[in-house]
């Protein structure tokens, strides 16, 4: 399974932008990047996900380097309820199975 | 509409007993996934079923096994516990199983898990 790499910990205060990086150097052709994000005490949900050209939705944005061997999750906004630890995950679009294997992520807090 | 559903919310067993874990997928989703985080550490896969067939599976021991029903719910079983299985159980249902080469948009949903404590 192909790595990320991702900050143990990054802080940010409410109301601004935060950027999330993600270092995926291995990451091979076929690879999908995905993002989910971990609340306290309940279980991962999705975020994002892209595989070479930027995506936007309603939560985040996904901003994918030219060489794809990075990316960065943005939040234009952040509030209280954006901390959470997230992770940025490679998913092969070749495999059937779903299996989604996860990092440490990176444990994001809000001041407010 | 109702998310996924685990049961039981918490569960405290001991050492060489075993477990059942239950999960009840979205409405119309036939994918049921589990995965394994341990305090601190990120989610580890262990099994996917899909139209009670199992998919895929992680680097777990044949202690851990699993089944899906008709109904497309699932339950996980963990024979002979250790310590080590102390753990929050996470199920996670989706529509189907990805098609392979388009990286559909195959999100998957989690349930809150369930809290398993071996003593």
């Known amino acids: 399974d192909a790595k990320t790499t991702q900050p143990n910990s990054m802080e940010s205060n409410e109301e601004e932008p935060v950027h999330l990086p993600c270092n995926h150097s291995?990451?091979?052709?076929?690879?999908?990047i995905h993002w989910y994000r971990q609340l306290p005490s309940q279980g991962p949900e999705y975020v994002i996900h892209?595989?070479?050209s930027n995506v936007n939705n309603r939560m985040a944005s996904l901003a994918i380097a030219e060489d794809r061997k990075s990316s960065t999750l943005i939040l234009h906004r952040a509030t209280l309820r954006d901390a959470a630890v997230y992770y940025c995950i490679l998913r092969d679009s070749r495999e059937g199975a779903q299996k989604l294997v996860f990092g440490q992520g990176t444990r994001l807090t809000i001041n407010p | 509409d109702a998310g996924v559903t685990q049961s039981p919310t918490h569960l405290i067993k001991t050492r060489g007993q075993h477990v059942t874990l239950r999960c009840s997928p979205i409405s119309g989703h036939k994918s049921v996934s589990w995965y394994q985080q341990v305090l601190g550490q990120g989610p580890q896969f262990i099994f996917q079923?899909?139209?009670?067939?199992?998919?895929g599976r992680g680097n777990f021991p044949d202690r851990f096994s699993a089944r899906q029903f008709p109904n497309y719910s699932s339950e996980l079983n963990v024979n002979a516990l250790l310590l080590g299985d102390s753990a929050l159980y996470l199920c996670?249902?989706?529509?189907?199983?990805?098609?392979?080469?388009?990286?559909?948009?195959?999100?998957?949903?989690f349930g809150p898990g369930t809290r398993l404590t071996v003593l």
């Open positions: 291995t990451i091979s052709g076929t690879d999908y």
């Open positions: 079923y899909y139209e009670k067939e199992e998919r």
């Open positions: 996670a249902s989706s529509l189907k199983v990805a098609i392979s080469g388009t990286g559909s948009r195959d999100e998957q949903f």
């Open positions: 892209g595989l070479t």
